[in-house]
């Protein structure tokens, strides 16, 4: 049993969490509302004045999200010349420097942009209203304390901890819940990545050239901590930054994705460059794009590579999530 000082406490951290899991449920509702009520705003062109990259003066690893695209565009709406920063629903996130690099690459000054302008306030304006870069961490921090809060509410109303049969704690349970969760998302990104890659082949096409495509090499730093002494260790890896330049209509585009296999990171230079060299500036290519988000486009959409990645990731998940639940049902009921 708790006493009445525990008790209170765990009153307190119960209310606590379940207001965090309100809010970050309403967020995530609002941020989906608001992306599908983005579809349908009005789209008029724009013009990128601004395409840069804020990052700190002083950096130890670029494995940390110490940088933040900035983009900036011209628009105007009955008459009136309007400035935005906005591209997705929710704004930009902190991020690496090589993700940020590659937004900002996809809108290089002076490219000519569809802007989507909410008809209501015209100075709301979005580059890619159906993204939204942080909606999928924010579903994962709702769940988690989803689940945190109920715990603590069933353990508030109980007045105890529960237990299982055998004294195992309840809120254990949720660990490799969690983890199967994990795996049933990975499921879920192989059928959306699958669908998209058939969809595609069926996508209009345009004439384009690649702009860039050379070897990034990232240094990331793993520190060791230890009782008597904190060590770290700088380990390299590389992948390719390729970058491809397309028109539609009217409107100017930046490519940065081979296939639908995600971006190739491999831990050896020779690896990466075999990959940049079947690329090179100036050399003429087919864009496949979506003809709804004419900025969504691939140059290989039949590639199969790196396809199985999401299921591989379902796997590990099943394997340890099982496992684990398994051991704990044994001793906690058997």
Known sequence: MLDAHQLMWTQIAAGISVLLFGLMLFNLVRMWGRMQAA???????????????????THASDDQNDARPIIRYRYQVGGQELEGDKVF?????????VLAEKLAGRYPVGAHVDVHV?????????????????VAALVAFTIVFGFIAATLTAHSLAGHVLYADHGVPLFVFALPIIVLMGGVFCVAEYVRTRRLARASLRWPTAAGRITRCDV??????????????????LRHRYQVDLRYAYRVGKRDFIGTELNWGGTMISGLREVAEKAAAQHHPGQSVKVYYDPDQPGHAVLEPASGEGALGPLIGAAVCAIVGGIFLTILIKVGFA
Not at 39 to 57: F, H, L, N, Q
Not at 89 to 97: E, S
Not at 216 to 229: L, N, T, V
């Open 39 to 57: 579809r349908s705003w009005d789209k008029v062109e724009g013009i990128i004045t601004v395409s840069r990259v804020d990052r700190p003066a």
């Open 118 to 134: 909410d008809p209501k306030h015209p100075t709301e304006a979005l580059l890619e209203p159906a993204a939204a870069q942080n």
């Open 216 to 233: 990034i090499e990232e240094i990331i730093e793993e520190k060791d901590d230890d009782d008597k002494s904190r060590t770290s260790k």
């Open 89 to 97: 629903v929710g704004g930009i996130a902190m991020t690496t420097r």
